[in-house]
């Protein structure tokens, strides 16, 4: 069989924020990439995930001449209020960071804008091939086969393969399992997603802790709201499904969780929903050999915190500015360095993502006294300046170089 062969400076496994975000990085400066992606565009384009970015991540897309769209379509938010008891506080993260807000914009935007500006500047980018594979990562020139769409087998010789792939892609399975270390916490409930073609219930977001369980009220466009509620986690022995919500429970628990005395939620017609599990996980490393691990091929947070997507843009920037030093001057310490500083600050981003869902989901495992904890967690935040400011410099995201 003939294999298609071509040689490129890096392999990218992954066309999900991590990826994308790494070859317009790299395109910058004059470091050459191809993109591989499992899924069609059309997939990727679609798909409803995350939604809130960093400050620093938005300055970078307007960077990289890709922030166009999301200034103007994107909500620019200067906190977020939390609800608990019945009662609404608000958090001014403008004030309490020394001006810095967040921006909600849906990653499957972000990604329509990276992938248009990508294809534009002639990125190859290939869109729906099968079984990607990686070989000789330990060696100086690794490789990466696959088969494209028309079925023909080819095979990218590259210095560097980055594995952006996701948690359940190949990259990070990659790496022996003797190397790897990975600490998990898979947590014992869900979310419940909803888009409603709805106009907005309130300017900010809403986070709410509830006896029923956590409700996150979010928005997408003046006609268009996110809606999450806490639910039993899927695929488990009573885990949740979505048959068991009707639109009419789903609004039931919406208003009976963020309701209150003088304001109610509006409803409106409901046209995607879908449940997602909660884990936390770290890979320690996230380097083999000239394997790069980035993004959620490396570690997973719960949505709580809004972490994942701005995670992800951290790994790839650090890894891109180790790339331009080792081909601007063949010096490889940004690179043997990545995985430490990036797992450094990881960790710090899955400290706040538990600490946030924990502070705000009602878990069956725990007892009543943890619950009151997180009651008195959330009054001292909502009640005193320094937990405020510790909370915001962490929502709006800390610096990449931490
Ligand atoms: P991904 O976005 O997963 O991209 C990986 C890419 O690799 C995908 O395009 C995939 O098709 C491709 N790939 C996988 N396997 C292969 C293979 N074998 N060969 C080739 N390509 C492959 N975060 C939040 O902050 N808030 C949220 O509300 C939120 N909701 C989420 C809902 C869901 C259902 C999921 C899965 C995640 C959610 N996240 C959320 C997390 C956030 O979306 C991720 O952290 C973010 O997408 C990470 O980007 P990434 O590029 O590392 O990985
Ligand atoms: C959204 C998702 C989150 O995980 C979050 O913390 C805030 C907002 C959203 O989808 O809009």
């Known amino acids: 069989m003939t294999v298609l062969q071509k040689r490129v ?127 000789d990562i330990e060696a100086k020139q690794p490789r990466l086969t696959y088969t494209r769409p028309d079925g023909k087998a080819c095979e990218i010789q590259c210095d560097f393969i980055a594995g952006c792939d996701g948690f359940h892609g190949p990259s990070r399975q990659a790496i022996p399992k003797e190397l790897r270390r990975e600490y998990q916490k898979v947590y014992p409930f869900g979310w419940l997603g909803v888009l409603v073609e709805a106009p907005p219930s309130y300017h900010e977001l809403i986070y709410s802790n509830h006896e029923r369980g956590f409700a996150l009220l979010s928005t997408r466009s003046d006609t268009v709201q996110r809606m999450y509620i806490q639910c039993d986690p899927p695929h488990t022995s009573k885990g949740d499904d979505i048959a068991n919500y009707p639109d009419e429970r789903i609004w039931d628990e919406l208003h009976a969780r963020l309701d209150t005395a003088d304001s109610t939620l509006t409803e409106g017609k409901i046209f995607q929903k879908g449940i997602i599990g909660m884990r936390s996980f770290v890979c320690e490393t996230m380097r083999h050999g000239n394997l790069f691990l980035a993004g959620d091929a490396a570690h997973i947070v719960p949505p709580t915190g809004a972490k994942g997507l701005n995670l992800a843009v951290g790994d790839v920037l650090r890894l891109s500015r180790a790339l331009t030093q080792f081909y601007k001057s063949g010096d490889a310490g940004k690179l043997d360095s990545y995985s430490a500083e990036a797992v450094r600050r990881v960790w710090k981003a899955e400290r706040f993502s538990w600490y946030m869902t924990t502070m705000l989901h009602r878990n069956p495992e725990e007892s009543d006294f943890e619950q009151r904890i997180h009651l008195a967690d959330l009054d001292y935040v909502a009640h005193s300046q320094a937990a405020a400011t510790a909370l915001a410099e962490n929502y709006v995201g800390l610096a990449v170089d931490l």
């Not at 975000?21 to 191809?34: K, N």
């Not at 020394?98 to 190859?124: C, F, N, R, S, T």
């Open 9 to 135: 400076q890096v392999g990218i496994n992954g066309a999900g924020p991590a990826g994308l975000f790494l070859a317009l990085l790299l395109r910058r400066e004059g470091i050459e990439s191809i993109v591989l992606d499992s899924r069609e565009r059309g997939a990727i384009e679609e798909t409803i995930r995350a939604g809130v970015l960093e400050q620093w991540t938005a300055d970078l897309m307007r960077e990289l001449g890709v922030g166009g769209r999301m200034d103007k379509e994107g909500h620019f938010h200067r906190g977020i209020t939390l609800q608990f008891l019945g009662e609404r506080h608000h958090l001014d993260f403008v004030d309490l960071t020394g001006g810095k807000q967040v921006i909600v914009y849906p990653q499957h935007e972000v990604l329509k804008d990276l992938i248009a500006e990508l294809l534009a500047q002639g990125q190859d980018i290939v869109f729906g091939v099968k079984d990607v594979q990686l070989h």
